[in-house]
């Protein structure tokens, strides 16, 4: 069936199985790999992206259920020419990574904590990222991205797009 | 993991998702958020035909205060129920469990309509719901029906939803001040409960302790015979048949349900109620 919506910016209409997962859909459909899949279960939050303002599951949404959305992935926080958004700023700067493969959906998970709670302590930001799991154990050092990322001001939590 | 083949269609209105139900049966499934259903369907567990996603009637999103009750609307999803102002005020167990509710992620797909029709015996929301005395509203072909929470889980995965009906409704009482308490016992927090244990107003639902969530009567009658908290939470296993599994055998759920009641019911008792996780965003 067709269906429509934003992507990064950009209005898309593709024909898909309605069967198709709003992961695969962004990572085979629309060549958008920082999306990564990991346990497929709704528990490690790397396939994590921001449909209408908040954070999803990407691995649990169906492609057409995102109809008319506005969905936004790492790619989409800034252009490849222009200075990085302040979140995977900070996660570069603090070292927030150990393999990287649940870097994308950290980064998308901390702008949704930011988007929600500014300033938060380190504990808040060890629970608002409890839907995220770190396969090296490197927590410490997101932590402090976050922290760090939250003295950008609201500009950590924009999310680039039309509307704004 | 990718689900079976369906047929997707779009609801516009409750009518269109109650004449798709009544036109395919049993082969069809209501889809709301979609974070119990389309896991099964990855898993293959559940094998529908024709899905009628009913995620957009925002119609059927709210809470709001009718009399002495608060409506929660059945697409409401659980962070706006976490984070709705009337929820807290109102019905501010209800608020603290939606929030319980796996992670944020989830939160902000799942729906409490949704929830309550999986039926899992595991689930937080229902836990609480049952506690609260609350009233789920059912709409089919001929009308909308009430159904008590305390007889519409009927056993695993099984409600009182008849195959043409969708909840359109959840009503709880307005419990304002009265102290409440909710305890859950997990390895992860996004993970479902071991056991959990809601008390409110004399009242105590266990999650996990049977093949549906379950009142804790014996408990019930204690405290209203005038027992203390320990003796009445002492009895909090009796009338359940937990299963055991790779998290916990059935012996350490009995006595997971007896200490989370205890501790349940002093938090609704001390007026402490409220999240024991401190600085929760808001």
């Known amino acids: 069936m067709q269906i429509s919506m934003i992507v990064n910016g950009q209005t ?56 008319d959305s506005r ?4 790619e989409g926080l800034s252009a490849p020419d222009s200075e990085l958004h302040p979140v ?50 490197g927590y410490h050092n997101i932590v402090r ?20 | 993991m990718i689900p079976a083949p369906f047929e997707y269609v779009r609801a516009g209105s409750v009518e269109q998702a109650l004449d798709a139900l009544a036109e395919h049966g ?38 709001r205060v009718e009399g002495d009750q608060v409506v929660i609307g059945a697409t409401t999803r659980q962070h706006e129920l976490e984070t709705s102002s009337v929820a807290l005020t109102e019905a501010p167990l209800l608020a603290h469990v939606a929030g319980r509710v796996g992670d944020p992620q989830v939160r902000h797909r799942g729906t409490i309509g949704g929830t309550v029709a999986h039926g899992d015996p595991a689930s937080d929301l229902p836990t609480a719901l049952l506690a609260l005395d609350a009233v789920v509203v059912a709409q089919g072909p001929t009308g909308r029906r009430e159904i008590a929470a305390t007889e519409f889980f009927l056993g695993f995965f099984e409600t009182a939803l008849a195959a043409d009906e969708m909840i359109v409704e959840l009503r709880v009482p307005r419990t304002g001040s009265v102290g409440w308490g909710y305890e859950k016992f997990t390895r992860r927090e996004n993970d479902w409960p071991i056991v959990a244990a809601a008390a409110v107003d004399g009242r105590v639902a266990l999650a996990n302790m049977s093949g549906t969530v379950l009142r804790a009567t014996a408990v019930e009658q204690a405290l209203a015979g005038g027992a203390s908290i320990a003796e009445a939470a002492d009895l909090a ?42 600085g929760r965003p808001r």
């Open chain 1, 71 to 74: 969905v936004t992935t790492m």
């Open chain 1, 12 to 67: 898309r209409t593709d024909d898909v199985e309605p069967r198709l997962l709003l992961a695969h859909y962004l990572r085979e459909v629309c060549g958008l790999r920082a999306t990564n899949i990991g346990c497929d279960t709704t528990s490690c939050g790397a396939c994590t992206v921001i449909v209408d303002g908040l954070t999803v599951k990407s691995c649990t949404v169906l492609a057409v259920q995102a109809q």
């Open chain 2, 237 to 278: 296993a009796e009338g359940t048949s937990p299963s055991s599994d790779m998290h916990a055998d059935g012996e350490y759920r009995r006595h997971l349900a007896r200490l989370l009641t205890r501790r349940a019911l002093e938090a609704a008792s001390s007026g402490l109620s409220g999240p024991s996780r401190s």
């Open chain 1, 88 to 137: 995977p700023a900070a996660f570069r700067a603090e070292h927030g990574l150990q393999c990287g493969f649940c870097t994308p959906g950290m980064v998308m998970a901390a702008i949704g904590l930011l988007a929600d709670n500014p300033d938060p302590t380190d504990r808040e930001v060890r629970e608002g990222l409890e839907g995220n799991l770190c396969r090296c154990t």
């Open chain 2, 26 to 63: 049993d082969e069809a499934k209501l889809l709301a958020g979609g974070h119990s259903l389309l896991p099964l369907m990855k898993l293959r567990l559940a094998v529908p035909s024709v899905l009628v996603d009913i995620g957009h009637l925002h119609d059927l999103s709210c809470v």
């Open chain 1, 145 to 164: 991205a976050v922290r760090t990322a939250a003295q950008a001001g609201p500009a950590a939590s924009a999310v680039p797009g039309p509307t704004r």
